[in-house]
């Protein structure tokens, strides 16, 4: 009998099953798709030689991830590889605000009315950066603070709305950056904790930048495979569950799954009924004869584009797609261009890019009109470099991952309590009803993103139970 069996192979089931395989533990993954990845996919989606990320492309989670860093996984192929700019927000007038490794910078590209009050958010958590990370990651229960006056200076500052934190700077282009910021979670400028994301986000680019492994995010799920398989356990892949009785015998069951899932192959009924799913986006991967010919010469360099003309904007266009249930005229963009720094990605003299903007769930409308009109507003010409294009809205999102329920890519809704508790208001958000049966996906805290926490922290659970039975 096996000790534990994960059923998907994303990020957060792979660290799962390596922190339970380095404890000694027999383990064994099972993944639907033919291969690893989950959310950190990367596969040829339009021409031959261009390889494209259908979900997670830049990573400031991961390069910052507790979990990731006591991993060896460089020794297993992992590279990041970092933009002269982390992230730059260009502006309809040819200017830009800029997230850069430097506070001072970031600062200045907000003007000289909010670069004071800018450096005053960020800089006294800096110095505390790697404690607070972990802390605010490895919440709730799975351990003590280690900083717990630091994390509760940060909970002050954060969990107000982003509007009450972004009151603070008087002009429109730091308000600008920090709603793109809070966008990236799909999460309405105006809801709790919201100010947390934006901080988070902040705060990462300053410590350690917002990378792209080489050769793709395929390289983070393969290096977590292959140091999985040094340790003694097992990847079946081509391997649908439906019930637990496909799965071999085991004293654990952990699920990367959605908790719709989960409920659904255990037999749970309607014990995640009130858990909520997010709004969808609708992708597009581009090849391009060349680079994205971007007005503002910060973004030329960033690795990471935000697309939105002001606050507003972004706020109307976060409202419309989570809220009022139609896609947004003027979409908020999130933009990556990993042939800045990664010449692997595409033939030499083209270039890859990424791009999504929100929409309602499971939405079966084209947003590629939109999106690209919104290009063009900061990159005339645009359309001139295209060779070929991928689009996936929400449903053909939810085919390929089958986490990703109307297209939410966060599988569940980053709002209201649901930020902090989820899938459940739970002092174990790791368990369920049957003893042996955990879930350790995005649906359980800390949330989206590629940086294996929630699979940390649920594996702690694990081997918690395993080591009483």
């Known amino acids: ?40 996919r990367t596969e040829e989606l339009t021409l031959p030689g261009f390889r494209h990320d259908p979900c997670a492309a830049a990573h400031p989670l991961g390069i910052n991830s507790p979990a990731f860093r006591a991993l060896p996984l460089e020794r297993y192929g992992l590279e990041w590889l970092h933009a002269e700019l982390p992230m730059a927000h260009p502006f309809t007038d040819g200017s830009a605000a800029v997230l850069s490794r430097s506070v001072a910078e970031t600062a200045a590209s907000f003007g000289p009315r909010d670069a004071g009050a800018y450096r005053r958010l960020v800089e006294p958590f800096l110095p505390k950066w790697d404690t607070l990370v972990r802390d605010f990651m490895s919440l709730p229960l799975t351990s003590l603070p280690r900083d717990p006056v630091t994390l509760a200076r940060f909970g002050l500052t954060g969990l107000p709305p982003s509007t009450w934190l972004t009151s603070r700077f008087r002009d429109e282009r730091a308000k600008t950056l920090f709603a793109g910021l809070v966008g990236h979670v799909m999460a309405p400028l105006n809801g709790f904790a919201t100010g947390a994301i934006g901080l988070v986000f902040a705060l990462a680019a300053h410590a350690r930048g917002w990378p792209v492994a080489r050769g793709g995010s395929q390289s983070i799920s393969d290096a977590l495979a292959a140091y999985l398989k040094d340790l003694g356990g097992e990847i079946h892949t081509d391997y649908e ?105 595409a033939p030499a003299g083209k270039q890859v890019f990424w791009a999504y903007g929100h929409v309602p769930s499971g939405w079966t409308g084209d947003l590629t009109d939109a999106l690209e009109r919104q290009l063009e507003r900061f990159a005339p010409g645009f359309r001139d470099r295209v060779l070929a294009r991928a689009t996936a809205g929400p449903p053909e999102l939810a085919a390929r991952n089958a986490n990703y329920v109307g297209g939410d890519i966060g599988t569940g809704a980053v709002s209201g309590l649901q930020i902090l508790l989820r899938p459940k208001l739970s002092l174990s958000p790791y368990g369920t009803p049957h003893p042996a049966v955990f879930i350790c996906s995005s649906a359980t805290p800390p949330g989206p993103g590629v940086h294996g926490m929630s699979g940390h922290n649920a594996a702690k659970a694990v081997w918690r139970r395993l080591r009483q039975s």
């Open 241 to 345: 569950v439906k019930r637990l009785d496909d799965l071999p015998p085991a004293r654990a069951y952990v699920f990367d799954t959605s908790p719709t899932a989960l409920a659904k192959i255990a037999g749970f009924g309607n014990h995640y009924e009130s858990f909520r799913y997010g709004a969808g986006v609708f992708k597009i991967d581009y090849a391009l004869d060349g680079p994205v010919p971007w007005t503002a010469k910060e973004a030329r360099t960033a690795g990471t584009v935000q697309i939105g003309a002001d606050s507003t904007e972004i706020g109307n266009a976060l409202r419309a797609a989570s809220r009022e249930n139609r896609a947004p005229d003027r979409p908020f963009m999130i933009t990556v261009q990993p042939s800045v720094i990664d010449p692997t990605r």
């Open 1 to 40: 009998m096996l000790d534990a069996v994960v059923v998907g192979a994303g990020p957060n089931g792979l660290t799962a099953a390596v922190e339970l395989a380095r404890r000694g533990f027999s383990v064994a993954v099972f993944e639907a798709r033919d291969t690893v990845g989950g959310g950190a």
